[in-house]
């Protein structure tokens, strides 16, 4: 059974700090596309950063230069660095994955394309 449960959410000033985990079970983390996404109130969920099977990461340009997505296989664990937060980074903080062919392929950051979903973390930035 696939589980991705998130973590480390929480209330912090601009310009602050958090690190979310994401603890997955139930599938391969080192053969699979893992992202973050997002979604504030009112607004559709956003992919913002993407790692895959070999590392690679790729960031949307909303977050890019401020976060940073890595994973330790071996905990099966993904996380995402998030520093100098801004009010606008406010939202909900979901982690998903895929595997199979799709991952090794394409690895987009895309909703739809998304099977598995972690209950989400809350973030909330202060101005």
């Known amino acids: 059974q696939v589980q991705l449960v998130e973590s480390g959410g929480g209330s912090v000033q601009a310009g602050g700090s958090l690190r979310l985990s994401c603890a997955a079970s139930?599938?391969?983390?080192?053969?699979?596309?893992m992202v973050w996404f997002r979604q504030a109130p009112g607004k559709e969920r956003e992919g913002i950063a993407r790692i895959t099977s070999d590392y690679s990461t790729s960031y949307a340009d909303s977050v890019k230069g401020r976060f940073t997505i890595s994973k330790d296989n071996a905990k099966a664990t993904l996380y995402l660095q998030m520093n100098s937060l801004k009010p606008e980074d406010t939202a909900m903080y979901y982690c998903?994955?895929?595997?199979?062919?799709?991952?090794?392929?394409?690895?987009?950051?895309?909703?739809?394309?998304?099977?598995?979903w972690g209950q989400g973390t809350q973030v909330t930035v202060s101005s």
């Open positions: 139930g599938f391969t983390v080192s053969r699979s596309c």
């Open positions: 998903a994955a895929r595997g199979g062919t799709w991952a090794l392929q394409k690895c987009g950051m895309q909703e739809a394309d998304f099977l598995y």
